[in-house]
């Protein structure tokens, strides 16, 4: 930790205690002296118990403090809880014009305030599949429409969609730096427009650190341009599902270290065992299937922009 960089990508609670700790380690009075002498003073937050407890557990045996070592971790907004938490944000502003698609893609179903995550994943796939089959036909038509109705279902479809659907999956995943930081930027513009906790900040301080290391630290900058996928947490994140999956809330910590030891040692023979006694899943949804719900929704969405327009009266400036 002398000699390298340390990125610790993870979710808000993660990268904000993190970003914290080092601040105290650095200014234990919580103020610093820039150049000119006067001082700023830090946001002091309620968590001094926790960051107490981060600092005690960076201390050798010996008693020697790791504030040398703590200036070399960089705490990073998660690419995949980006990912996440947008398209749940989605879900959440954008529930009734989501909640009718998907009754009517799925009859005698009824979506969740909260849907679980493969779910609002797949609905958001199938509601951008149907854009795309009308988009072009569908903003021909509409071009001089200025309907607000019209205009917020156009960002929401246009914009909104495809971003939070390659943001990871694809422009992080990829490697593609350039595209990634650009999809940030964007992300974030959707999250201050929702005014989300958190969210609304964590996207801008990645922002600022990789404008700030390509002014600064030209090399530390270039590798991350060429390396951007291998700041993913998902493998941590995956661990952790695995092993809460398996342990119960009461679990004492040596519990669960020996319970999360025996998982991974054992995950082909509890694999095989699982194998032999559960029936395997099936994925529910053929191409063709998909293809076929993308139709449906391409009418839905169709009959929703006709009707939104119909119904705002003759003084209303129709599509061509």
Not at 83 to 96: G, K, L, M
Not at 124 to 138: K, N, Q, V
Not at 217 to 244: F, G, M, W
Request: aromatic share 12%; glycine share 4%; charged share 20%.
């Amino acid at each position: 930790m002398k000699n390298y960089v340390v990125l610790t990508p993870g979710d808000w609670p993660a990268q904000f205690y993190v970003r914290q700790a080092v601040y105290s380690s650095l200014y234990p009075n919580g103020k610093a002296k820039p150049k000119d002498d006067n001082p700023v003073e830090y946001v002091v937050h309620d968590q001094d118990h926790y960051l107490t407890l981060i600092l005690h557990s960076t201390t050798h045996a010996t008693g020697t403090s790791w504030t040398e070592e703590m200036q070399s971790i960089v705490p990073l907004m998660g690419p995949l809880h980006i990912s996440i938490n947008a398209r749940e944000d989605i879900c959440e502003v954008y529930h009734p014009f989501m909640k009718y698609l998907y009754e009517q893609l799925f009859p005698g179903c009824q979506l969740a305030k909260k849907p679980k995550p493969w779910r609002t994943t797949l609905l958001i796939e199938i509601i951008y599949g149907g854009w795309t089959i009308i988009r072009a036909s569908a903003i021909t038509s509409f071009s001089k429409c200025k309907l607000m109705q019209y205009g917020i279902l156009l960002n929401l479809l246009d914009n909104y969609l495809p971003l939070v659907l390659i943001i990871y999956a694809i422009s992080f995943k990829e490697n593609k730096f350039d595209e990634y930081f650009k999809a940030v930027i964007r992300v974030w513009t959707m999250f201050y427009c929702f005014h989300r906790k958190h969210y609304d900040k964590a996207p801008l301080v990645w922002i600022s650190k990789v404008g700030h290391w390509a002014r600064n630290y030209n090399k530390l900058y270039k590798t991350l341009q060429k390396n951007i996928s291998c700041t993913d947490e998902y493998p941590v994140e995956n661990a952790h599902s695995v092993i809460r999956s398996q342990t119960n809330p009461s679990d004492e910590c040596e519990t669960i270290s020996k319970k999360a030891k025996m998982i991974f040692t054992s995950k082909a023979e509890l694999k095989n065992f699982k194998t032999a006694f559960t029936p395997p899943k099936t994925f529910s949804f053929t191409r063709n299937v998909l293809h076929a719900l993308k139709v449906k929704a391409a009418q839905l969405i169709g009959n929703i922009l006709k009707l939104t327009t119909e119904t705002e009266g003759e003084n209303t400036l129709r599509p061509n």
